[in-house]
């Protein structure tokens, strides 16, 4: 009986051709990684004390809490326009090195003369040249807000702080001496004094305002980022914090004067002064909401 045989031909698996622009790409991929490693390294050894003690004073003085939201925010609006910035072809330049050069020579003449604010200005200079160095021009300019919102966790240095302080400090002691005189209430004022006749109220740095301004800006930038397009209604926003800071605070001292003159300087102390800064820096907010219902009302703008 003749046999059958059943022949199967096995077709040859094709081949993968792996070309030189291939391993190209992938070659220059790794540098990329190695360097911005590098960079990242270098960078957390040069800053390790700068960044130390700017965390250490966010911790120690109020008028800069806000410091450690501050890197969040940047950090959730990259996250929020990933996609856009996947979307940037990298295109590396070597200018970023003169920029990085630039942030440490700015770093050692903060170190050299004791000037903390531009040693710590210093590490955005640098971030915007490691940017432009590992991707480009167009990326620098694509997280330029997120690099610049990054300012507002340096405090400011003490020579413009106090230029700023001391006129908010006569402002806020007018406006609550005024209010003060509205209620009925007796008082004399002399620069940041108030002389109640059962006590004295001092408008000092910290009842300034400088606190609550300096929050509330920072809030303020990322509110109108996130939530308004129009830039007029912006800069609008942003010119109304000032006014609205002011006013909550000399609201506050008006409430500590009020509560001082019937009740005794005690009953305007301890929980009272904890509580009624947050209560004011609440309402300083919400009237920043309304002010911006206000001016997309009349903008026209239903939603």
Not at 222 to 248: D, G, H
Request: aromatic share 10%; charged share 10%; glycine share 8%.
């Amino acid at each position: 009986m003749p046999s059958l045989t059943a022949s199967t031909a096995v077709s040859p698996a094709p081949e993968i051709a792996i070309g030189p622009g291939a391993l190209a790409s992938a070659g220059a991929g790794k540098r990329h990684l190695f360097l911005a490693i590098l960079v990242a390294a270098l960078v957390g050894v040069l800053y390790a004390p700068v960044l130390r003690d700017l965390v250490r004073q966010w911790w120690d003085d109020p008028n800069y809490g806000h410091g450690f939201l501050v890197p969040l925010v940047a950090a959730w609006i990259l996250w929020r326009e990933r996609s856009r910035l996947q979307g940037i072809t990298a295109r590396p330049s070597n200018l970023g090195l003169l920029v990085m050069l630039a942030a440490v020579v700015l770093l050692i003449a903060g170190s050299l003369g004791a000037e903390v604010f531009i040693s710590r200005l210093s590490l955005l200079v640098l971030l915007a040249g490691m940017t432009m160095f590992l991707s480009g021009k167009e990326m620098l300019r694509a997280v330029a807000f997120p690099l610049l919102f990054l300012a507002f966790m340096i405090p400011l240095p003490a020579i413009i702080y106090y230029q700023i302080t001391f006129p908010l400090q006569l402002t806020a002691s007018r406006v609550a001496a005024a209010c003060l005189e509205m209620t009925s209430v007796p008082v004399l004022r002399e620069g940041n004094l108030l002389y109640l006749p059962n006590y004295t109220l001092e408008v000092v740095e910290a009842c300034s305002g400088i606190r609550s301004l300096v929050s509330l800006l920072t809030l303020g930038v990322a509110y109108v980022y996130f939530v308004e397009k129009k830039r007029w209604i912006q800069a609008t926003l942003l010119l109304l914090i000032l006014p609205i800071a002011v006013l909550s605070n000399s609201l506050r001292i008006v409430g500590a004067g009020l509560l001082t003159y019937s009740f005794g300087p005690q009953a305007a102390e301890g929980f009272f002064h904890f509580f009624s800064g947050w209560v004011i820096f609440v309402s300083a907010a919400m009237l920043i909401l309304g002010a911006h219902w206000t001016l997309r009302r009349f903008a026209g703008v239903k939603r």
